[in-house]
């Protein structure tokens, strides 16, 4: 089954019938209603204005995309989307692993305009959805400020923030979705609003952690920031045959370590790394790593320790080249995911899972702390109480094995893991093959934000294979 049919069978592009392609005139109608540019294939500046982050997605083809300028070409894109039963999705880094952010045969609405960052004297900021991290990161810091957010300088905030919004110091502060006080949000019947614990409270209560693209198209959101410090860093860097001590180790050793200390390993065929955080004095961070080596019982083959300004520990951990096939601009690589929830029986086996396909990366991510003080449902995010999450990455270049050959590979991982692992997944790592991901990304909260999706999107305008949204195409008429 080629992509094309995998979408529409899925809702994700119109069934025959139930919507015809816009005539031309319609479509000039749109364009002039537009403070953005409009692409249609054919136009120039189409061709680069269609492409996301990976560079895997190219051969998809959406019917426009529109640069917006303004909200007001948001509501018009969705009415539009609406009235012809397209496919609509938003845009803003372009991350999204299975690509779902360039929508085959509908239309994009690309945000990369909407990239203001405005730091506001009472700690606040107020940031677009098109804004990337790194900019976020440079602004705030001059400010004396600091939104707790990812290390990779090209995401964009919204689809960091809709999932949670894992980052290098989680433990001390929090997801990126914790900090957030309101969010500006088009929802499927053209509306715009500003939504927050006090005004639809439900749609705010989604939008922390239930996942971009599934309830609206937010175009600015207003978060709570921390006051800059400087960081100290390490890395250490063991003999690949200690890993599975180093993660027998590293499971016991971080949950009993002070919030301050956030810290992520790197486990591959050739690989056994730990690499993180400190928000206090480096000659404490010093004594608690001599404490993890004594329990790795190796030692490492590199030990650096730093301390920085923030800015300077956020750069230093957005590693280019530790993506397989990834270019500064765009990347070639997909990804999946599943959460530690428990300490592991037998750390050796998962090592063995992780590392016996020479073209798998995991990255492990440190839970705990400020993640898991608030409660499983206070958010939609559901994983607050787990030890780790942890990402695999394969290259999905020709010489990599190709996109199929990589998800292969990954599912391999991805299904190998013991019970420890259950049925779980971070949902800003999609994974367009996941079994049962509503229960993997949503756990207890599916059926609340299946609810959430049903109030604000009962038409299924922003429905897409992994959405929470019923597809256009399953809607009967009676119901609309």
Same mark, same amino acid.
């Given at each position: 089954m080629d992509r094309r049919t995998f979408l529409r069978i899925s809702g994700a592009v119109p069934v025959a019938g139930l919507a015809g392609a816009p005539p031309p005139d319609d479509w000039e109608r749109l364009r002039k209603r537009l403070a953005g540019p409009l692409f249609r294939p054919g136009d120039p500046g189409y061709p680069e204005a269609k492409q996301g982050f990976f560079t895997m997605y190219d051969d998809r083809l959406p019917a426009t995309v529109i640069a917006a300028a303004r909200v007001e070409d948001v509501q018009a894109a969705v009415a539009f989307a609406a009235r012809h039963g397209l496919p609509v999705a938003a845009r803003s880094g372009g991350h999204s692993y299975p690509g779902y952010s360039t929508v085959d045969g509908g239309i994009v609405v690309d945000l990369s305009r909407f990239s203001g960052i405005e730091p506001r004297p009472d700690g606040r900021v107020v940031i677009g959805a098109g804004a990337r991290l790194g900019p976020i990161a440079t602004t705030l810091a001059a400010a004396g400020r600091v939104l707790p957010a990812g290390s990779c300088a090209t995401v964009g905030i919204a689809g960091l923030a809709l999932g949670g919004g894992v980052g290098v110091l989680d433990r001390e502060h929090g997801l990126t979705c914790d900090h957030l006080e309101a969010a500006r949000v088009v929802t499927a019947d053209g509306r715009v609003g500003t939504v927050s614990a006090a005004s639809e409270p439900d749609l705010f209560w989604a939008l922390r952690g239930g996942g971009g693209g599934n309830f609206g198209i937010v175009t600015g959101f207003t978060f709570r920031t921390v006051p800059v410090a400087d960081v100290a860093t390490f890395t250490l860097k063991f003999p690949p045959a200690a890993a599975a001590a180093l993660l027998a180790a590293w499971q016991a050793w971080q949950p009993a370590a002070p919030d301050e200390l956030w810290s992520g390993m790197g486990l591959a065929w050739n690989e056994a790394s730990l690499g993180g955080?400190?928000?206090?004095?480096?000659?404490?961070?010093?004594?608690?790593?001599?404490?993890?080596?004594?329990?790795? $019982?190796?030692?490492?083959?590199?030990?650096?320790?730093?301390?920085?300004?923030?800015? /300077?520990?956020?750069?230093?951990?957005?590693?280019?080249?530790?993506?397989?096939?990834?270019?500064?601009?765009?990347?070639?690589?997909?990804?999946?995911?599943?959460?530690?929830?428990?300490?592991?029986?037998?750390? $050796?086996?998962?090592?063995?899972?992780?590392?016996?396909?020479?073209?798998?990366?995991?990255?492990?991510?440190?839970?705990? $702390?400020?993640?898991?003080?608030?409660?499983?449902?206070?958010?939609?995010?559901?994983?607050?109480?787990?030890?780790?999450?942890?990402?695999?990455?394969?290259?999905?270049?020709?010489?990599? $094995?190709?996109?199929?050959?990589?998800?292969?590979?990954?599912?391999?991982?991805?299904?190998?893991?013991?019970?420890?692992? /259950?049925?779980?997944?971070?949902?800003?790592?999609?994974?367009?093959?996941?079994?049962?991901?509503?229960?993997? &990304? &949503? /756990?207890?909260?599916?059926?609340?934000?299946?609810?959430?999706?049903?109030?604000?999107?009962?038409? /299924?305008?922003?429905?897409?294979p992994q959405g929470l949204s019923v597809p256009h195409s399953t809607v009967h008429l009676g119901e609309t």
């Open positions: 955080t400190f928000l206090g004095p480096r000659a404490r961070m010093h004594a608690l790593l001599e404490d993890l080596v004594r329990r790795v $019982g190796t030692a490492p083959t590199e030990w650096t320790e730093d301390v920085q300004d923030h800015l /300077g520990a956020m750069r230093s951990f957005d590693d280019q080249e530790s993506r397989p096939s990834a270019a500064a601009d765009r990347g070639t690589y997909i990804g999946t995911s599943r959460m530690l929830t428990r300490p592991l029986a037998d750390p $050796g086996a998962v090592v063995e899972v992780l590392t016996r396909d020479p073209g798998v990366r995991t990255i492990v991510d440190a839970g705990g $702390g400020a993640i898991a003080r608030v409660g499983v449902r206070e958010t939609a995010f559901p994983h607050r109480t787990a030890l780790a999450n942890l990402q695999f990455l394969h290259g999905a270049a020709p010489e990599d $094995g190709g996109e199929a050959g990589a998800r292969r590979s990954l599912a391999a991982v991805r299904d190998g893991l013991g019970p420890e692992f /259950g049925t779980t997944g971070y949902v800003n790592y999609l994974d367009p093959e996941m079994p049962d991901w509503p229960e993997a &990304y &949503y /756990g207890v909260n599916v059926a609340r934000l299946r609810a959430v999706a049903r109030k604000y999107d009962p038409r /299924g305008i922003f429905a897409f």
